[in-house]
T-cell receptor, first 115, second 112 residues
Framework: NAGVMQNPRHLVRRRGQEARLRCSPM?????VYWYRQLPEEGLKFMVY????????ESGMPKERFSAEFPKEGPSILRIQQVVRGDSAAYFC?????????????FGEGSRLTVL | AQTVTQSQPEMSVQEAETVTLSCTYD???????LFWYKQPPSRQMILVIRQEAYKQQNATENRFSVNFQKAAKSFSLKISDSQLGDAAMYFC?????????FGKGTRLHILP
């Protein structure tokens, strides 16, 4: 039973390029969460999605960032025109239901480095 | 806004000894959950222990236990018989609406 799979594990982009981070939730999980972690910081909530729906994007920057979770395939976090401040580890987590009672299962993260 | 505060950026404990990590939180919810997550150097977050706020009994998972003081909004993690594998970042967290909010973490060092 595979866990949450994220790829790529490491991504290097130059300023102005686009970064796409993918997340396949655990089998049977229909809730996906994206978090960003800066060095020596906690995880900052970005967005919560269910299949084909964005439920809560209150932590997502208004510009350049978008997320989707299509009916088929992984969830995608897309960052357009990356800047150095986007360098961070991006974690995806999934659950069977909302987090009010359930735990989150995390992937190993994708580390984005912007040169 | 709901917040989770961990006031100890780093802690060290001798192997086999007991250590307590502190956490305070602020919420307007009447019913909520609290969590401790562990992030080892491999970086994958793992749930260590979970506490339901309406339960008075402190949660326990093997060597890990919590001291939940609801009135004081305090939720500390006690690790007994510390092992080298316990070395990691520990994050206190609470749920808010449909998401989990994390503190900034405490880095725990285990001294052999």
């Amino acid at each position: 039973n595979a866990g949450v799979m994220q790829n790529p594990r490491h991504l290097v982009r130059r300023r102005g390029q686009e970064a796409r981070l993918r997340c396949s939730p655990m089998k049977g999980h229909s809730h996906v969460y994206w978090y960003r972690q800066l060095p020596e910081e906690g995880l900052k909530f970005m967005v919560y999605l269910q299949k084909e729906n964005i439920i809560d994007e209150s932590g997502m920057p208004k510009e350049r960032f978008s997320a989707e979770f299509p009916k088929e395939g992984p969830s995608i976090l897309r960052i357009q025109q990356v800047v150095r401040g986007d360098s961070a580890a991006y974690f995806c987590a999934s659950s069977q239901r909302t987090t009010n009672t359930g735990e989150l299962f995390f992937g190993e993260g994708s580390r984005l480095t912007v040169l | 806004a709901q917040t989770v505060t961990q006031s100890q950026p780093e802690m060290s404990v001798q192997e086999a000894e007991t250590v307590t990590l502190s956490c305070t939180y602020d919420t307007s919810e009447s019913d909520y959950y609290l969590f401790w997550y562990k992030q080892p150097p491999s970086r994958q977050m793992i749930l260590v222990i979970r506490q339901e706020a309406y339960k008075q009994q402190n949660a326990t998972e093997n060597r890990f236990s919590v001291n939940f003081q609801k009135a004081a909004k305090s939720f500390s993690l006690k690790i007994s018989d510390s092992q080298l594998g316990d070395a990691a970042m520990y994050f206190c967290a609470s749920n808010r609406d449909d998401k989990i909010i994390f503190g900034k973490g405490t880095r725990l060092h285990i001294l052999p």
